[in-house]
């Protein structure tokens, strides 16, 4: 069984910057693609980025583009997101998860539990 | 990258089925047979109902059944149980390996 643990979320002023991590258990991070997804408070679902199994193909949200970085380390089985210039609307959970397969058009079949962003002064 | 159409709410009595719409477009929905629903109850994570229109997890009971006609998608819940009430979210390929959310239907079992 596959387990995602997200950490760094906190209260950051607008304009700051976070770097979320989210650690695999098990032996298989390294062959499946990666995302995040965001929700904030009330509201749904939204894809935010992804990254293929070497970190070289990497796709954004249009909101978060120029903004936001994810990366992967597969040796410690971890996936980052890199967030600049955080706004009010970058409040929400952040959800790590693992894509179902290897080619980049699986969904996603396990999550972690989230860590909370908040933007505010 | 626009989020697709759901309607807000949903609901039904135990037993009886009901079935929920994700409108899209001819980029998202309707180009790709790569639409997806997700389960969310309130304080968990979303769970992997329906994959590629209408494939089911292992473990996920056949009262759940997908399917799409041209820019819509619709998740059928048949036989209505207690536990089904919760949000429920689409969610389709966009093209160069990007993703687009529906704006979520929460599901009231009367």
């Known amino acids: 069984e596959v387990q995602l643990v997200e950490s760094g979320g906190r209260l950051v002023p607008p304009g700051g910057s976070l770097r979320l991590s989210c650690e695999a258990s098990?032996?298989?991070?390294?062959?499946?693609?990666m995302s995040w997804v965001r929700q904030a408070p009330g509201k749904g679902l939204e894809w935010v980025a992804n990254?293929?199994?070497?970190?070289?193909?990497?796709n954004y949200v249009d909101s978060v583009r120029g903004r936001y970085t994810i990366s992967r380390d597969n040796g410690k089985k971890s996936l980052y997101l890199q967030m600049n210039s955080l706004r009010d609307e970058d409040t929400a959970v952040y959800y790590c998860?693992?894509?179902?397969?290897?080619?980049?058009?699986?969904?996603?079949?396990?999550w972690g539990q989230g860590t909370l962003v908040t933007v505010s002064s | 990258q626009s989020a697709l159409t759901q309607p807000r709410s949903v609901s039904g009595s135990p037993g009886q089925s009901v079935t929920i719409s994700c409108t899209g477009t001819?980029?998202?929905?309707?180009?790709?047979?790569?639409v997806s629903w997700y389960q969310q109850h309130p304080g968990q994570a979303p769970k992997l109902l329906i994959y590629?229109?209408?494939r089911r997890p292992s473990g996920v009971p056949d009262r759940f059944s997908g399917s799409k006609s041209g820019n819509t998608a619709t998740l059928t819940i048949s036989g209505l149980q207690a536990e089904d009430e919760a949000d429920y979210y689409c969610?389709?390929?966009?093209?160069?390996?990007?993703?687009?959310f529906g704006g979520g239907t929460t599901l009231t079992v009367l």
């Open positions: 998860a693992r894509d179902m397969g290897d080619y980049g058009v699986e969904p996603l079949d396990y």
């Open positions: 590629d229109v209408t």
């Open positions: 098990g032996n298989t991070f390294s062959i499946y693609w």
């Open positions: 969610c389709s390929y966009a093209g160069s390996y990007t993703w687009v």
């Open positions: 001819s980029s998202d929905v309707g180009g790709y047979n790569y």
């Open positions: 990254i293929n199994q070497d970190g070289r193909e990497k």
